[in-house]
């Protein structure tokens, strides 16, 4: 159910709740899936002890992973062309995040239609912690 | 300093899966991922980033013989430089942007080496962490064919003191 040229409209949005409660152990299973053990995000005691941290907080591409399957879900899988964004808060454990994408531009290329995105992740006091782009191919 | 050869495999797709709470079967179930538009099992969007696995001298992992920064019986494993401005970055900085161009989807079975070129770099003066100095690097991944998969842009920041909270 890929999105289609012909339905879609401009200012549409689709969003989704990425992660609810976000816990410590997520951090270090993302840790240890991508290879980045940033003790940053996975030992509390330097966080706080050395770098000044009031705890450990979430890798930016752990957000950035989460964001991307509200993506996926919304644009279909292997569809994105372009995904990108800027980490503007930090994200704690036990935060709650929602991913908003909002329809900026449908075009055609070629004969190929494609969906440019603006891109929103919220925590649950409303804050902004990510804010990006994306572009993904989309039926006639 | 990059991964020279990136073997995508479905295990690993799932863990990373798994890491970012995405139940989407395309990632672990072959016989599902048949039945889709790709074909396969693919990778999620932010993959590549795990190609950090497969850098040898990847520096936020520990390494066997080698002294950890992370805390052990004290709360770093590192002699801290007196008077250095290490503060908030902690061991690399933070991670400011990341901007990714897909060419075409990874699936098991590719191997990716990684190329990365040093971008530009500039300074700021931020509102919650002091002195801010931004680097660029750019990564491209090209799969066995010397195709290339993904051109990855990344932004790194180095703050002179822990970001304020409020």
Do not use: C
């Not at chain 1, 030992?43 to 950035?64: I, Q």
């Not at chain 1, 993506?71 to 990108?84: C, K, N």
């Not at chain 2, 139940?23 to 396969?40: F, H, L, M, R, V």
């Not at chain 2, 098991?108 to 660029?136: H, N, Q, Y």
């Amino acid at each position: 159910m890929a999105l289609s040229a012909r339905t879609l409209k401009v200012g549409e949005t689709y969003e989704e709740q990425i992660v609810d409660n976000l816990a410590r152990t997520q951090l270090v299973q993302y840790a240890g899936a991508s290879g980045d053990y940033n003790p940053l995000h996975t030992d509390e005691v330097y966080s706080t002890k050395v770098a000044g941290y009031p705890s450990v907080f979430a890798h930016g591409m752990l957000t950035m992973g989460m964001t991307s399957k509200m993506l996926t879900h919304y644009v279909g899988d292997g569809r994105l062309t372009t995904f990108g964004v800027r980490f503007t808060r930090q994200v704690w454990p036990g935060d709650t995040l929602t991913a908003k994408a909002t329809v900026e531009a449908i075009r055609e290329e070629g004969g190929k239609y494609f969906v440019d995105l603006t891109v929103s992740t919220v925590n649950q006091e409303g804050a902004e912690v990510l804010s990006g782009y994306a572009s993904a191919r989309i039926d006639p | 300093m990059a991964a020279t050869k990136f073997p995508i495999e479905a295990g690993h797709i799932m863990l990373f899966a798994r890491a970012i709470g995405d139940d989407n079967k395309i990632y672990y179930d072959e016989d599902y991922a048949k039945t889709t538009e790709p074909g396969s099992i693919v990778a999620p969007p932010t993959f590549a980033m795990a190609s950090a696995q497969f850098d040898p001298d990847y520096p936020l992992r520990p390494k066997i013989g080698q002294p950890w920064f992370g805390s052990g019986k004290e709360p770093t494993g590192v002699q801290r430089r007196s008077g250095g401005s290490g503060g908030g970055g902690g061991g690399g900085g933070l991670h400011a942007e990341q901007h990714f161009e897909y060419h075409r989807h990874l699936k098991p079975g590719d191997v990716l080496t990684a190329t990365v070129k040093p971008g530009k770099t500039w300074e700021k003066e931020g509102r919650r962490a002091g002195k801010l100095i931004f680097t660029e690097t750019v990564t491209e991944y090209r799969d066995q064919h010397g195709e290339l998969m993904i051109t990855a842009r990344s932004v790194g920041v180095r703050t002179e003191r822990p970001v304020d909270q409020n």
